[in-house]
């Protein structure tokens, strides 16, 4: 009994009470930090195996970084990554992280459909769909209903069918393959109805994006509600930009 009781010590709590001010080890990459320091821009932009990085002025796309660290390896003094997992938002605009920029990426409420707070603000159950994924975003968005993370305790939930849904959330690449049961998974689902990109892969194809596999027509019908970066993404980011895209944290 002794043994459990000091197992239990050590582990302190096996839930995070706040998962807005969590603190996640070191090695984690979050939202970058681009120093103005001169640097060759050429040499920066071409080790991006993603076309994440753009010139005059630097800047970081999160929607296509891969988070490989490459860039900071080799431009330690420009690019830093820091421990901020807050990095999800309704605003592509926002994904874009530019030198010099320490800006909090956010949920803007005011650009978050009024239907959305009024009818999910409360109870928020979702259908997820690979869609070409590698099972990486996936794992991470099933951790975060784990008894650590825990995010029903904010109603928010996955459920088997899309007629039980209230949005969907895709992952992977989007591959021909896919593309139309997406489409009938999406159609079943009732109006009010959100959609949520997890992942490199699904907000702009990652390092498949020019793959004749993949085909990502569906986003050209629909607007997105939510752009959940990283790759994959982390629980934490995952539970922040659901939560703050379904009701206005206080
Ligand atoms: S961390 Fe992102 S921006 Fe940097 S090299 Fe890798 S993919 Fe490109």
């Given at each position: 009994m002794f043994d459990n009781i000091k197992i239990l010590y050590h582990q302190e709590k096996q839930f995070i009470p706040d998962t807005a001010n969590?603190?996640?080890?070191?090695?984690?990459?979050?939202?970058?930090?681009?120093?103005?320091?001169?640097?060759?821009?050429?040499?920066?932009?071409?080790?991006c195996p993603t076309g994440a990085i753009s010139g005059s002025p630097v800047s970081i796309n999160l929607g296509k970084c891969t988070f490989c660290g490459e860039c900071a390896l080799r431009f330690p003094n420009k690019i830093k990554f820091t421990t901020d997992y807050k990095i999800a938002t309704?605003?592509?605009?926002?994904?874009?992280?530019?030198?010099?920029?320490?800006?909090?990426?956010?949920?803007?409420?005011?650009?978050?459909?009024?239907?959305?707070?009024?009818?999910?603000?409360?109870?928020?159950?979702?259908?997820?769909?690979?869609?070409?994924?590698?099972?990486?975003?996936?794992?991470?968005?099933?951790?975060?209903?784990?008894?650590?993370?825990?995010?029903?305790?904010?109603?928010?939930?996955?459920?088997a069918s899309p007629r039980h849904a209230d949005g969907i959330v895709i992952t992977g690449p989007i591959t021909k393959n896919m593309a139309e049961a997406l489409q009938i998974c999406y159609d079943a689902i009732p109006e009010p109805k959100i959609i949520v990109l997890a992942g490199t892969d699904a907000i702009s194809g990652g390092i498949h994006k020019d793959s004749p596999a993949v085909d990502r027509s569906f986003l050209d019908k629909y607007p997105v509600d939510l752009y959940i970066p990283g790759n994959p993404t982390h629980p934490?980011?995952?539970?922040?930009?659901?939560?703050?895209?379904?009701?206005?944290?206080?």
């Open positions: 969590a603190k996640v080890p070191g090695i984690f990459r979050g939202r970058p930090v681009i120093s103005t320091e001169k640097v060759d821009e050429n040499s920066l932009v071409e080790i309704n605003d592509r605009e926002k994904l874009i992280v530019k030198e010099g920029d320490e800006q909090p990426i956010e949920v803007n409420p005011e650009t978050v459909r009024k239907e959305i707070h009024r009818v999910l603000g409360h109870s928020l159950k979702l259908r997820q769909v690979s869609a070409g994924g590698d099972n990486s975003c996936e794992w991470e968005l099933g951790a975060a209903n784990n008894v650590q993370f825990d995010m029903s305790r904010f109603g928010i939930e996955f459920v934490l980011t995952i539970i922040n930009g659901l939560v703050d895209l379904t009701r206005k944290r206080k």
